[in-house]
């Protein structure tokens, strides 16, 4: 069973025919309109995926959502000349010096200040059939029982940070990065019973982070806004349906405004139910208002 959460009544008949099962649409989002530029979000997979060394320079595509003009992609860190197709679409020119030697290139997408950037996707660069070598594992403690985590850059520092979904204790753990491959101590953040899979976006459209996570025994989905430094505000709950086990974020009503589907893993009924919620309030711990199921 699915469940999906928008913004609004858009496009629904669209969704309708894309998704099979059960639907649950929620917003998760403001429904005002941004001070700034968003934070974009890419979605994998580039195109192209991966590239052989020592290829031509090429033409990448990258999708996504919250682009805006001007925004920029960057390569390994390095600006590329970029065109803003749409808010869902860029082109970046990229050099043969760039895919001259095998390695794998970080990919992100910069939206002009006050802007943010986004999630890092990557590239191989690699020839068919190599393999890459892993140095030794390192450990960093979180909360009881974590299995997944996400990335983002939650303090704005460039550097990646990781955000750990404890489903013993109850809470989420954040770990900010270094940037070197090491992480700080984890503060962890209280969210709904057995939180088991975290989506990050930026749902209230402030420029920064926030996260979504999916509690798979309280049957509730916990929002919590970021406030740009690292840290979060009070987790805030929306239900969902039974048992949910995984989210993910995207733009799925092409509406240029992050959404988010849950799955439901055990009320699998058959038939549709479909719930249109009402938006957050940026920059508010907001409810979600206007709950109707079909």
Request: aromatic share 8%; charged share 15%.
């Given at each position: 069973?699915?469940?999906i ?67 920029v ?6 600006v ?28 992100t ?16 660069i ?7 070598a ?12 974590p ?24 809470n ?11 992480f ?42 970021g406030?740009?430094?690292g ?40 038939g ?23």
């Amino acid at each position: 069973m699915w469940w999906i959460m928008f913004r609004n009544y858009r496009s629904l008949r669209e969704i309708f025919q894309l998704f099979v099962g059960s639907l649950l649409l929620l917003s998760i989002a403001t429904g005002v309109a941004p001070a700034q530029n968003p934070v974009p979000l890419i979605n994998q997979p580039l195109v192209p995926a991966a590239i052989k060394p020592g290829s031509a320079g090429f033409t990448i595509t990258v999708n996504g959502t919250g682009f805006v003009s001007g925004a920029v992609v960057k390569w390994n860190g390095n600006v590329r000349t970029t065109t803003f197709v749409s808010k869902s679409r860029l082109t970046a020119s990229i050099l043969s010096t760039d895919v001259a030697k095998a390695n794998t290139a970080s990919v992100t997408v910069v939206n002009p200040s006050p802007g943010g950037s986004s999630n890092v996707v990557f590239l191989p660069i690699r020839a068919a059939g190599t393999w890459s070598a892993f140095g030794p594992a390192s450990h960093f403690a979180a909360g009881a029982g974590p299995e997944t985590l996400v990335t983002g850059d939650f303090n704005r520092d460039h550097k990646l940070d990781l955000a750990v979904p404890n489903p013993n204790s109850n809470n989420i753990s954040i770990l900010l990065g270094n940037g070197d491959g090491t992480f700080r101590s984890s503060v962890e953040y209280g969210v709904g019973q057995s939180p088991v899979k975290a989506a990050v976006g930026d749902f209230n459209g402030d420029g920064k982070l926030d996260l979504v996570i999916a509690n798979n025994v309280s049957n509730n989905v916990s929002v919590l806004l970021g406030n740009g430094d690292g840290s979060f505000r009070t987790a805030v709950e929306h239900s969902v349906g039974q048992n949910p086990s995984a989210v993910a974020v995207g733009d799925f009503n092409r509406d240029g405004k992050l959404d988010a589907v849950v799955t439901d893993a055990s009320s699998n009924k058959g038939g549709r139910i479909v719930s249109i919620g009402c938006s957050l309030q940026r920059g508010s711990e907001s409810r979600l208002g206007c709950d109707r199921r079909f």
